[in-house]
């Protein structure tokens, strides 16, 4: 069965800090690995991942994939209270099915 | 303005009313989805469709029905609605699955209560 767990559940942390998010996933058939930040309304998009090894960077926000070890990391440098959010963790196949993990909550406090 | 819109955003319902909520997009996109949301599970697949007259389920597509005649619109029909369908329902769409474009653009969201 195809599954995508996100670690930690929640964290806090202080702002300036770094966070690292972690995202492993058994899926069949692996397509691309996608990241989504939610505060409290849709999410949107961070990144999309698709080879291993080849960092994405957005400002502060940066993520990897590993396809060896199936997981992704995304980390966020210099946190401010804007970070805090919902960080979601997809992967897709090749049939156009999407697996979402429970996502990892992130609260930033100043 | 390129978005995907719900409608309605918020319903309250009884168990075995009929209700659909509409999902349109005007980017021209091939791929359209619907999700479901509860705490501590994530979104949830419940449909998706990658084009016109092509859909297929995803994981949770008990007690609900989508339907794709026109590229920009996706419905979920929920036949006889349950409490355990009490949820908060996103639509997506992206250009294409397949050629590197499978970022999904979300809608606003439809805050669904099944008395």
């Known amino acids: 069965e195809d599954k995508v767990v996100q670690s930690p559940l929640s964290l806090v942390v202080h702002e300036g800090d770094t966070v690292t998010l972690n995202c492993s996933y058994e899926v069949t058939n692996f397509r691309s690995l996608l990241w989504y930040k939610q505060e409290k309304k849709a999410p949107t998009f961070l990144f999309m991942l698709t080879s291993s090894g080849i960092e994405k960077k957005s400002g502060r926000l940066s993520s990897i994939l590993d396809k060896k070890e199936l997981f992704s990391i995304l980390n966020i440098t210099a946190t401010q209270t804007g970070d805090s959010a919902v960080y979601l963790c997809?992967?897709?196949?090749?049939?156009?099915?999407?697996?979402f993990g429970a996502g990892t909550q992130v609260v930033v406090t100043p | 303005e390129a978005q995907v819109t719900q409608n309605p955003r918020y319903l309250i319902t009884v168990t075995g009313k009929k209700l659909t909520v509409t999902c349109s997009q005007n980017m021209n996109h091939e791929y359209m989805s619907w999700y479901r949301q509860d705490p501590g599970l994530g979104l949830r697949q419940i449909y998706y469709?990658?084009?016109?007259?092509?859909?297929d389920k995803g994981d949770v597509p008990e007690g609900y029905k989508v339907s794709r005649k026109e590229k920009r619109n996706f419905p979920l029909i929920l036949e006889s609605p349950s409490p355990n369908q009490t949820s908060l329902y996103f639509c997506a769409s992206s250009p294409h699955p397949g050629q590197g474009k499978e970022t999904q653009y979300f809608g606003p969201g439809t805050r669904l209560l099944v008395l």
């Open positions: 469709s990658m084009n016109v007259e092509v859909t």
């Open positions: 997809a992967v897709s196949d090749s049939w156009g099915k999407f697996q």
